[in-house]
């Protein structure tokens, strides 16, 4: 029946279901958590922002489910003071990955123009799961000013593979603003996976200003970053790099 009244978000409903938030069966609670997030009115957001902190552990989480369709349903009807309100409330919270990495995404993003700023902070964190979110985050954020700050970021993130993800992200925003620091990790002697990720990135970019990097990357001593600089001059569109292989098969290389 509760489930059903969420579905109905008959906002009529939200006392009784606010009521149901403390009860000792914990499937009748959680179902009223989930449903008052359905309704998403101000009443029901209350309700649960008064539950969250009392909650027992079992129900915490269906709380904060309950809270984030309430951020979502604000914020698609354009309440973004009021989404970010709750974003902010979970965002520090010590939760489940998948809820706290929503409330930092709904952070971020419900910021508009002012996003960047907590973007780049999630980037920056020493943890993996939140800056690998940040990572896919971006991808939300068009702009040159973004693709900026991404690859300035480039050269300082640590281990490897958060180097690999941030390279996969700039070749899929597609601005050759990234191109200056993709050259340089791929020329780097940083590790061959980054490398190798910068160097597929260009071609999916394409610019004509790669074709020299390939050139002087042919002759790299790791065979894997030269055989990726042949793959990358044959996928790079245009005729610079159409005569630069026709140039290369005529040396017979």
Known sequence: ?????????????????????????PEVAQAAARALGSIASSASAKALRSALHDAPATNQSAVCEGL???AESFSAKGHTKKALAIYELLRPMPLP????????RGAILNR????????????????YPLSAAAI????E???????????????????????VLLAQALARRGDIAALPALFALAASNGATQARLAAIRALPQIGYPT?????????????????????????SLPGPQADNAVMNLLARGN
């Open 136 to 139: 896919r985050i971006s991808q």
């Open 97 to 104: 990955a998948q809820i706290r990495l929503a409330a930092w």
């Open 1 to 25: 029946v509760i489930d059903s009244i969420g579905v109905r978000r008959d906002t009529g409903a939200v006392k009784a279901l606010a009521a149901r938030l403390g009860d000792p069966d």
């Open 210 to 234: 790669a074709v020299p990097v390939f050139l002087e990357l042919l002759g790299d001593s790791n065979p894997e970053v030269a055989e990726a600089a042949k793959d990358g001059l044959g």
């Open 141 to 163: 954020l068009p702009g040159r000013q973004v693709t900026l700050a991404l690859a300035g970021r480039l050269p300082k993130l640590h281990p490897a593979e958060r180097q």
């Open 68 to 70: 984030l369709r309430c």
């Open 112 to 127: 508009g123009k002012k996003a960047l700023p907590l973007l780049l902070e999630a980037l920056d964190s020493t943890d």
